[in-house]
Every structure is written in structure tokens, then in C-alpha cells.
């Protein structure tokens, strides 16, 4: 089975994190199977461990971390990778994938850019 | 003339304006003519009040405010709206909306969904 953890910045904010639940509402919506959980750097939880040790728990053999950040600072470059290597030393039988943020998915790019001159 | 403002968080990362900035130029590819620049709430220049001002100075009469945000915190649903009363306040003259942040438009949860199950 594999997992798909929505990591996003997380914020006191209780507020902060309906967008991020919407994805992942929307992603169960498009897949009723689909084993999605959201995690959050700080501030706000589970962290990505947590959410991780979850999904391993319910089966999962391997985990993609989708890291929901526009913008492609320390985060996104030093710590994940950083992250992803502490899951694979808790787990070495689970096979994790980080794909890049979302960001600098071009597709994004595009849609935001539509978004931005609407009128 | 209408001018865009691209409004994301900050942060003190050089790099982390690659993707707003890619966002920008997007802009432009789709209509060479848009008057669109970023601007940042925290940690990066320019701020919302100076991006405008610049606009306003090249003959902008109407400034649409794009907040690309994913989460809906207090920047977003508090400070927001106050700095665009103060826009409004120091240009009277100039006719400023403030779009919702951007992770509330469906078409974009959509995609994120889309991007996060991706194999």
C-alpha cells in the first residue's frame, strides 16, 4: 500500500490549515482508496514522523511527501531532505519519495499566473 | 492601466522568490502587456505599499492584489485587509481588490490533489 503525506508550514493558526485539508479531502474524493494524510513542518500537527508512523502502522510500504510550499526556501532545501533521511533510518523496509514542491511544478506555475490576471 | 500585485509571504532565503518570481514572468509570457510585479508581507522587499506605489507611478488607476498563500492564516484574513484599507487611504484615487489567497480557489486544490497523487 502506499501512503502520500501532505506536508505543508503549518501555523497556530487553527484557521491556517483548511487549503491544505481541502487537497487532501479532494485527493480521497478523486481516489476513495487513496491513503493520504497531512503533516506540518512546525506549529501545527502531526509532523512528519508522526504522519509517517501512521501510515506504516495502517500498511504502508511505501510513502510519497508532497511538500505543499510555493515558495523553495531552507525548508524545502535543507530540511526535508534532511527529514526523508530520518524516515528512512526508522524504517529501511518502507520506501519514501519526496517530490519537489509544488512550487516548481510548472502546471502550478501556469494556473497561479491564470489566477493572478484574472479580472 | 491595471496593475497586478503578486503578494506572498517573504522570507529571508534569497531563492525562496524563484517560484513567485516565476509566477510573475508567467504573467507576462501570457500578456506582454500586464503590469504585474511581487511584493512580500515579511523578510523580503518589496512591501505591498511600495509594489503599489510603483505601480501607481508607471499610470496604474486600478491595482489588483493576488495573495499567493496556501494557508489562511492571520496574514491572510487580518492583515490583508487592513493594508489594503491603508492603499486605499493613501491612494484614493486608484481602485484596489484584494483577490482571495490563492489555496481557496478551487481549481488549484484541484491540481494540488492532482500533483500530490501523481505516482
Same mark, same amino acid.
Do not use: N
Given at each position: 500500500?502506499?501512503?502520500?503525506?501532505?506536508?505543508?508550514?503549518?501555523?497556530?493558526?487553527?484557521?491556517?490549515?483548511? &487549503?491544505?485539508?481541502?487537497? @487532501? +479531502?479532494?485527493? %480521497?474524493?478523486? #481516489?476513495? $482508496?487513496?491513503?493520504?494524510?497531512?503533516?506540518?513542518?512546525?506549529?501545527?500537527? &502531526?509532523?512528519?514522523?508522526? @504522519? +509517517?508512523?501512521? %501510515?506504516?502502522? #495502517?500498511? $504502508?510500504?511505501?510513502?510519497?511527501?508532497?511538500?505543499?510550499?510555493?515558495?523553495?526556501?531552507?525548508?524545502?532545501?535543507?530540511?526535508?531532505? %534532511?527529514?526523508? #533521511?530520518?524516515?528512512?533510518?526508522?524504517?529501511?523496509?518502507?520506501?519514501?519519495?519526496?517530490?519537489?514542491?509544488?512550487?516548481?511544478?510548472?502546471?502550478?506555475?501556469?494556473?497561479?499566473?491564470?489566477?493572478?490576471?484574472?479580472?
Amino acid at each position: 500500500m502506499r501512503g502520500i503525506v501532505l506536508l505543508a508550514h503549518g501555523s497556530r493558526d487553527e484557521r491556517w490549515r483548511e &487549503p491544505i485539508e481541502a487537497v @487532501a +479531502a479532494r485527493v %480521497l474524493q478523486d #481516489d476513495p $482508496a487513496a491513503h493520504v494524510v497531512c503533516a506540518y513542518m512546525e506549529l501545527a500537527t &502531526p509532523d512528519l514522523h508522526s @504522519a +509517517a508512523s501512521g %501510515l506504516i502502522a #495502517d500498511g $504502508a510500504t511505501a510513502i510519497r511527501v508532497v511538500p505543499l510550499f510555493l515558495g523553495m526556501g531552507k525548508h524545502a532545501r535543507e530540511d526535508l531532505p %534532511l527529514q526523508l #533521511d530520518a524516515l528512512r533510518k526508522a524504517w529501511p523496509q518502507v520506501v519514501f519519495s519526496l517530490a519537489r514542491i509544488v512550487g516548481e511544478e510548472p502546471e502550478l506555475v501556469e494556473l497561479l499566473a491564470r489566477i493572478s490576471a484574472k479580472s
